[in-house]
């Protein structure tokens, strides 16, 4: 059997859950859809998003105002439709999960609340390598309590001659002088999956609150945060989640810290729901992570996110990463002499591999777009990644990424 064959053999036998999506065109290559291995940057549209969403428009121009409480899903309660597969797609309670807002802006109400230097605990703990908007983010709250990001920020870098980080690593960097620990929870460049349990437990040991940027983990890998008793976690919804272009983001915080006394920036979305139209002067904020709230949320926005979690508590997270490690080892196999940067071990990656592409990675990504319709995308310098998704990415495009791969790299 050709490997092509076997390709197809094996999606006939493991056939995951394309149909549910919408699968773009190819404009370049021997196949009619593209090989889509970008859902790790922008997820692809389900089929069922766009009639949900004219669904909702419906029920405004039918009923005005009225909306809010009437139709087949009133838009103040709308919310509360996504809390619970949210919750259970990153293993937290109801009460600690609410989908709001843009994912930078979640980190920035959450270190209001989590991130308190004080006397000699002052510092933040990042990746060197942390997506560009978590850096930003950091140093920005750094300075607004008037402290110096260059001296308050510590960024961990792999070992000379690794790719990835060490967990003892990441954990000898606990000392008392560190106020919070802000680690992605699967690398955006690398695709190391951390070891979250392990390393929030020993930034909890050392004093330290844990928060967790979940953009390239929700989705991708099963999650427990309550019982890994992480303190808050903040993701988006456009990537493995796939509810489409600066999708609504979500946040996680910990019951141990509903109803406490931490300091929040509020709006009227912060304050219990039945006291909102009391237009009382001071907030009544409930004992879940909705006082985290500020704004109405965007109704047309929540749609996607509603949409696409179905999908999610439909087939389930477990069976998901089943499929991702199956598939993910199969492109791995198919990949020779290739200088794959993200950890070999299926339990510390998710469902990306990373490439270090000598020469640069830029021109690579396009020749596979246009000359075969891959879909890779590369980080500069030398990165390019490649995110085989469960949900839809079949053994045939690994087959396909890996041919033509093999094809460009060899001239
Ligand atoms: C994708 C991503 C972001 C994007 O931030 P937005 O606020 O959604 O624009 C931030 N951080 C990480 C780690 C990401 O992967």
Redesign the pocket.
């Known amino acids: 059997m050709s490997d092509e064959a076997d390709a197809r053999s094996r999606d006939a036998a493991d056939p995951g859950h394309r149909d549910l999506f919408d699968i773009p065109p190819a404009t370049g290559g021997a196949y009619d859809e593209v090989a889509y291995f970008a859902g790790n940057s922008l997820g692809l549209q389900p089929k069922a998003t766009q009639g949900e969403l004219l669904a909702d428009l419906e029920a405004w121009s039918r009923l005005g105002v009225e909306g809010h409480l009437e139709g087949v899903r009133p838009w103040l309660p709308y919310h509360e439709l996504l809390t619970g597969p949210a919750a259970r797609l990153v293993g937290a309670l109801p009460s600690e999960t609410v989908v709001m807002n ?4 979640n980190l920035h109400l959450l270190m209001v609340s989590f991130y308190r230097p004080a006397g000699t605990r002052t510092k933040i703990v990042i990746e060197d390598s942390a ?1 560009p ?2 850096s930003y983010a950091v140093r920005s709250q750094v300075r607004y309590h008037g402290l110096d990001p260059d001296q308050h920020i510590v960024r961990l870098q792999p070992r000379p001659g690794e790719d990835t980080l060490r967990t003892e690593d990441v954990v000898a960097s606990f000392d008392d002088t560190v106020a919070l620990v802000l680690l ?1 929870g699967v690398n ?1 460049l690398t695709g190391q999956l951390m070891d979250i349990p392990a390393i929030t437990a020993a930034g909890r040991a050392a004093g330290a609150v844990s928060g967790w ?1 979940l ?2 983990a929700a989705g991708n890998v099963p999650l427990s945060l309550h019982d890994w008793d992480v303190d808050f976690a903040a993701w ?1 919804s456009y ?1 493995y989640l796939n509810a489409g272009p600066g999708a609504l ?1 979500a946040v996680f915080v910990h019951e141990r810290h509903l109803g406490s006394d931490l300091p929040r920036f509020e709006g009227w979305w912060s304050t219990e729901a039945m006291t909102r139209f009391e237009m009382a002067p001071v907030s009544r904020p409930p004992a879940t992570v909705e006082a985290w709230q500020v704004s109405n949320p965007p109704i047309f926005s929540m749609g996607p996110v509603r949409t696409s979690l179905e999908i999610f508590d439909k087939v389930g997270m477990l069976a998901l990463r089943e499929r991702s490690i199956r598939l993910t080892g199969y492109l791995e196999s198919l990949l020779d002499g290739v200088d794959v940067i993200t950890p070999r071990d299926p339990v510390r990656r998710g469902a990306q591999l990373s490439l270090r592409v000598a020469g640069g990675a830029g021109e690579l990504a396009r020749r596979l777009r246009h000359e075969y319709g891959v879909i890779a995308d590369h980080r500069e310098p030398d990165v390019l990644r490649l995110a085989p998704v469960p949900l839809y990415s079949t053994y045939h495009d690994c087959w396909r990424a890996a041919s033509a791969l093999a094809v460009l790299l060899r001239a």
Request: glycine share 6%; aromatic share 14%.
């Open positions: 843009s994912l930078t802006v997506f908007s978590d992605g955006y940027d953009a390239h988006c990537k983001a």
